[in-house]
């Protein structure tokens, strides 16, 4: 069981309830985002680390054993070869293309600053009014943009030619 006394993490992000209706109730509904945005996160930070480090480990295994593979004599050796070669390329294609090790920090930063935004939000109010709540939502935003240029700062898009 996770925090929050959610069932285990499966593939898919967490199964969400619909959110309260922010007009009736801002501060339940202000509850309710974060709660899913800290799941969210938790959840998307720790398949990035399971897939930054799987990926590591095959392709270090993968890479070790590739000259053994090579100078021994065997059946298919060319196919095993050329496979086990192909599989390396590939992990290593994808971690530089999904950059999942970046993400992973990126994305348990991100929980921890919407982490300390709630955890002062619930400390400082003691009785959640609209006015707080609205701060609190406002805040989240900010975080996340602050996440999304994080994330894009380093990547490179083609330029344009005119």
Do not use: C
């Amino acid at each position: 069981m996770r925090r929050d006394g959610e069932a285990p993490m499966t593939f898919r992000p967490p199964n969400f309830k619909k959110l309260p209706d922010f007009t009736a109730d801002l501060p339940a509904f202000a509850e309710a985002y974060v709660t899913r945005l800290r799941m969210f996160y938790d959840s998307r930070a720790s398949w990035h680390r399971r897939l930054y480090r799987i990926s590591g480990i095959l392709v270090i295994l993968s890479g070790a054993i590739l000259p053994v593979l090579a100078t021994a004599h065997y059946p298919h050796k060319e196919i095993v070869v050329s496979s086990i070669g192909v599989l390396v390329a590939a992990l290593t294609g994808l971690r530089a293309f999904y950059r999942w090790d970046q993400s992973w920090v990126v994305l348990r930063q991100t929980e921890f600053l919407i982490d300390d935004a709630y955890w002062a939000w619930k400390g400082n109010t003691p009785n959640p009014d609209a006015k707080t709540a609205s701060e609190l939502l406002q805040a989240l935003i900010k975080i996340r943009q602050s996440e999304a240029e994080t994330f894009f700062k380093d990547l490179t898009f083609p330029s344009q030619h005119q």
